[in-house]
């Protein structure tokens, strides 16, 4: 008999009998099964019986609660982005998002397959001991900065750390990480131990600051940069009050341990420190995860600290509430400009363009039609705009991902002037058709963009161009004869025009107003 049978409950006594109080199939309620019961089919049947403790218990955020700190005002000396970089950040309409790690390596979803309330122990001891085999050999970041210029991006986020803990870049920090040791004879691959190192991409095989090396490479061609930093860590013991921590302790607390508490918040400073003095002025911070609200005035403070480092950059919201520049729609596109849920915030779309946010083989595209109508709705309501995309473990990225890059460029080749720079209009769409309207920031001219199917003739409301104006389609450089009659504005495509554009996923026209 091989196969392996796991049964997980809780050990207890019941009228004087020993019985595990456990779940069944989809039945909500846990109920008892006596022992004798649970192994009688399995005597003299060779079965080895392993019984592993669980930390059960609840963790200290459940019994904390936000209402205890005040995440929607900031404290009267704290500076937000200046407006230099407000003003960066709402011209820089479109980027690339890149979710990377050792996780690359087995093609599965970023941190979260190794969430220990998710997975099965063993798994932890693969999922973290990865990085001993990630090796992006083929890495090369002047190829990345190239294919965001094909893709016509202006800026970039990538992950310096994800909530795995695992750092991109060369930190000096040190954690307890996991290590395999490799066997030099015999078969099998060697026992896992606790080691205190860097864990980061020094520690590789690979040996490079990736981080570095991507910033170098998009700062050469003028591009942005942006960086993501998670607050979790789910690999650090001294953040093991998370549930999803593989350490996992509910009794773990500031009084009962303070030297560990304060350990795993002097190592998100540091960290911090690092990524916001190492590598020059820095555009965007895309924090991501929360404390919770635990060690509130020790994380605003490390805040504060990234702000007097970065006076320009912009910081997202995530963990950190209104000392937060922009927030960060997930998967979503504002109803509105000012939609409730942005806080009154600017606010960045990030999206996959595929299923995942990091690499799965064969994983599922988004239809380009679908991106870009995203796209498009969401820059005519103020938006900006990030695809996320992900490489394989070499560094190279998958020839679809590349395909799906460069189209999007070679529409904004000839459209990009009614996305770069602009701004929203005094409405985002014309009603019940699929027109979206930018303005250029002078307020000189307002952009018509239109989504296929193509038709020869557009009529809008509420737009007055100036009675002498010329309206250009855009890539073209063509005139458009137009009319305006009762607050209604015409436009009409002749036939040779259309037979250019018919096929078009999307057109756009430029107005002097």
């Given at each position: 008999m091989n196969e392996e049978i796991k049964i997980r409950g809780k050990y207890k006594i019941v009228d004087g009998k020993p019985v595990i109080e456990t779940l069944f199939a989809n039945n909500p309620d846990p109920f008892d099964i006596p022992v004798s019961e649970l192994f009688e089919d399995l005597e003299n049947k060779g079965i080895f019986v392993k019984i592993m403790p669980e930390n059960v218990g609840n963790p200290i955020y459940e019994e904390a609660s936000w209402e205890m700190v005040d995440i929607n005002h900031v404290d009267s000396n704290y500076a937000h982005c200046s407006e230099e970089g407000r003003e960066r950040f709402l011209d820089m309409k479109f980027g690339m998002m890149v979710h990377w790690g050792f996780y690359s390596v087995l093609g599965i979803p970023e941190s979260w397959p190794a969430n220990a309330t998710r997975c099965e122990p063993g798994f932890l001891d693969v999922y973290y001991t990865l990085w001993q085999v990630f090796n992006p050999t083929e890495f090369n970041a002047d190829e990345w900065a190239e294919l965001a210029e094909k893709a016509g991006m202006q800026f970039f986020q990538l992950t310096t750390k994800h909530h795995d803990?695992?750092?991109?870049?060369?930190?000096?920090?040190?954690t307890k990480a996991r290590k395999r040791n490799v066997l030099d004879h015999g078969p099998g691959v060697g026992l896992v131990k606790d080691v205190e190192i860097n864990y980061s991409?020094?520690?590789?095989?690979?040996?490079?600051?990736?981080?570095?090396?991507?910033?170098?490479?998009?700062?050469?061609?003028?591009?942005?940069?942006?960086?993501?930093?998670?607050?979790?860590?789910?690999?650090d013991p001294n953040f093991r009050w998370d549930k999803a921590n593989r350490s996992y302790d509910p009794k773990y607390r500031p009084e009962t341990h303070p030297e560990q508490w304060k350990a795993f918040i002097e190592r998100e400073r540091e960290q911090l420190r690092e990524i916001c003095s190492n590598y020059g002025k820095i555009d965007q911070i895309f924090f991501d995860g929360s404390w919770h609200g635990l060690a509130w005035n020790e994380l605003i403070d490390i805040i504060k600290m990234c702000r007097g480092l970065q006076p320009d950059c912009m910081f997202s919201n995530r963990g950190i509430g209104a000392y937060g520049d922009f927030t960060s729609p997930e998967r979503w596109i504002p109803k509105t400009a000012d939609d409730d849920r942005t806080h009154g915030m600017l606010w960045q779309v990030c999206d996959p363009i595929h299923t995942s946010w990091a690499y799965i083989p064969q994983d599922k595209y988004k239809d380009i039609g679908v991106l870009l109508h995203n796209f498009v709705d969401a820059i005519s309501k103020g938006g900006t705009y990030v695809f996320a995309i992900a490489p394989m473990s070499n560094g190279k990225f998958p020839e679809k991902t590349i395909k799906v890059l460069t189209t999007f460029g070679d529409w904004l080749k000839k459209n990009g002037e009614s996305i770069y720079g602009t701004r929203k209009w005094i409405k985002s769409k014309e009603k019940d058709k699929e027109i979206y309207f930018t303005t250029s920031k002078d307020k000189k001219y307002v952009y018509i963009i239109v989504l296929g199917p193509m038709e020869k003739q557009f009529e809008l409301t509420g737009l007055q161009p100036k009675e002498d104006s010329v309206i250009k389609l855009l890539g073209e450089n063509i005139s458009i004869g137009w009319k305006l009659s009762d607050n209604k504005l015409e436009l009409t495509l002749s036939d040779e025009i259309y037979e250019k554009i018919k096929d078009e996923l999307a057109i756009s026209f430029r107005v002097e107003v």
């Amino acid at each position: 008999m091989n196969e392996e049978i796991k049964i997980r409950g809780k050990y207890k006594i019941v009228d004087g009998k020993p019985v595990i109080e456990t779940l069944f199939a989809n039945n909500p309620d846990p109920f008892d099964i006596p022992v004798s019961e649970l192994f009688e089919d399995l005597e003299n049947k060779g079965i080895f019986v392993k019984i592993m403790p669980e930390n059960v218990g609840n963790p200290i955020y459940e019994e904390a609660s936000w209402e205890m700190v005040d995440i929607n005002h900031v404290d009267s000396n704290y500076a937000h982005c200046s407006e230099e970089g407000r003003e960066r950040f709402l011209d820089m309409k479109f980027g690339m998002m890149v979710h990377w790690g050792f996780y690359s390596v087995l093609g599965i979803p970023e941190s979260w397959p190794a969430n220990a309330t998710r997975c099965e122990p063993g798994f932890l001891d693969v999922y973290y001991t990865l990085w001993q085999v990630f090796n992006p050999t083929e890495f090369n970041a002047d190829e990345w900065a190239e294919l965001a210029e094909k893709a016509g991006m202006q800026f970039f986020q990538l992950t310096t750390k994800h909530h795995d803990g695992f750092c991109m870049f060369d930190t000096k920090t040190k954690t307890k990480a996991r290590k395999r040791n490799v066997l030099d004879h015999g078969p099998g691959v060697g026992l896992v131990k606790d080691v205190e190192i860097n864990y980061s991409i020094m520690d590789t095989l690979y040996k490079h600051d990736i981080i570095g090396e991507v910033i170098n490479a998009f700062r050469k061609r003028g591009l942005g940069i942006g960086l993501y930093f998670s607050h979790i860590d789910w690999n650090d013991p001294n953040f093991r009050w998370d549930k999803a921590n593989r350490s996992y302790d509910p009794k773990y607390r500031p009084e009962t341990h303070p030297e560990q508490w304060k350990a795993f918040i002097e190592r998100e400073r540091e960290q911090l420190r690092e990524i916001c003095s190492n590598y020059g002025k820095i555009d965007q911070i895309f924090f991501d995860g929360s404390w919770h609200g635990l060690a509130w005035n020790e994380l605003i403070d490390i805040i504060k600290m990234c702000r007097g480092l970065q006076p320009d950059c912009m910081f997202s919201n995530r963990g950190i509430g209104a000392y937060g520049d922009f927030t960060s729609p997930e998967r979503w596109i504002p109803k509105t400009a000012d939609d409730d849920r942005t806080h009154g915030m600017l606010w960045q779309v990030c999206d996959p363009i595929h299923t995942s946010w990091a690499y799965i083989p064969q994983d599922k595209y988004k239809d380009i039609g679908v991106l870009l109508h995203n796209f498009v709705d969401a820059i005519s309501k103020g938006g900006t705009y990030v695809f996320a995309i992900a490489p394989m473990s070499n560094g190279k990225f998958p020839e679809k991902t590349i395909k799906v890059l460069t189209t999007f460029g070679d529409w904004l080749k000839k459209n990009g002037e009614s996305i770069y720079g602009t701004r929203k209009w005094i409405k985002s769409k014309e009603k019940d058709k699929e027109i979206y309207f930018t303005t250029s920031k002078d307020k000189k001219y307002v952009y018509i963009i239109v989504l296929g199917p193509m038709e020869k003739q557009f009529e809008l409301t509420g737009l007055q161009p100036k009675e002498d104006s010329v309206i250009k389609l855009l890539g073209e450089n063509i005139s458009i004869g137009w009319k305006l009659s009762d607050n209604k504005l015409e436009l009409t495509l002749s036939d040779e025009i259309y037979e250019k554009i018919k096929d078009e996923l999307a057109i756009s026209f430029r107005v002097e107003v």
